[in-house]
């Protein structure tokens, strides 16, 4: 399903290449699986940059960056803390270690080569927040189900909101919000997949169980899907340019198109 019209499509999927070959590693590949790609913030990403004038290997590097940073604090993410027992456990959590660690080394290599200092310092701030963050958010064992929901959205459109810092203009508070919310809107779907689909609940739906009820949390989940997406499109409203808006309400429209495709795979198990 593509998440953009036809006169974008084709570059992001020049871009989507170009992020799997800078990720590529065969001797990782044999034994791990590298963490998905949000397509969603690709295309977000993707066009602000367009709105604000940059195309060509500029754009491309500055994506490309952006998702090996993602892709590296997602590697490290799943290193178990677990002890190992296996053979085969400990090469696999030794091999994400180092999948984190090739990211990493990938993205240090296209920001040198970026020359843009203040993109440069924007990123290696945003990496920063979001490792205190994690930290906090999973060290931390008092969080409401809306508190735990809001700092992981905070972590997860950190990267997205350092390029809006990078930039000044009257309507850039309006792209940061759009990127919370879209990000929001990710997350949510993300717990009702995991919950709806595979059975299972995410942290976020376990802490609004807890509150509410399973079935009243199921109810609220939906509620506050539906209240974002709501969100998202009056905030496009706001956008300069109606190549810009006609873009971003095709995203809101694919995000609400997964939600019932989504639901109605759940009616038919």
């Not at 367009?50 to 799943?78: C, N």
């Not at 677990?82 to 240090?108: H, M, P």
């Not at 409401?144 to 309507?171: H, P, W």
């Amino acid at each position: 399903m593509n998440l953009l019209k036809h006169d974008f499509q084709e570059e992001i999927e020049e871009v989507v290449r170009s992020i799997k070959q800078n990720a590529e590693n065969r001797v990782l590949y044999q034994y791990i699986d590298n963490p998905p790609i949000s397509q969603l913030r690709i295309c977000l990403l993707y066009l602000f940059l367009r709105q604000r004038g940059v195309s060509g290997a500029a754009l491309r590097d500055y994506i490309v960056t952006a998702t090996l940073i993602q892709l590296a604090l997602d590697s490290h993410e799943r290193v178990s803390l677990n002890k190992e027992e296996t053979s085969a456990g400990i090469r696999s959590r030794q091999l994400t270690v180092l999948a984190g660690d090739y990211f990493s080394s990938r993205y240090y290599y296209l920001l040198a080569n970026l020359e843009d200092v203040r993109a440069i310092g924007q990123l290696a701030r945003s990496i920063q927040e979001i490792n205190e963050w994690k930290i906090n958010l999973y060290c931390e064992n008092d969080w409401t189900a809306e508190q735990y929901l809001q700092r992981k959205v905070d972590i997860e459109s950190s990267l997205l909101r350092s390029f809006g810092n990078a930039y000044v203009g009257e309507t850039m508070d309006v792209w940061m919000r759009i990127f919370s919310q879209m990000i929001l809107v990710e997350q949510l779907l993300a717990e009702y997949r995991t919950w709806n689909i595979e059975q299972e609940a995410g942290r976020y739906f376990h802490l609004l169980s807890r509150e509410e009820g399973t079935h009243s949390a199921y109810q609220s989940m939906l509620q506050h899907i539906h209240k974002a997406l709501h969100q998202c499109r009056k905030l496009i409203a706001l956008v300069e340019g109606e190549e810009w808006r006609a873009e971003l309400r095709h995203l809101v429209d694919r995000c609400a198109e997964e939600l019932d495709n989504q639901k109605a795979r759940a009616e038919e198990m």
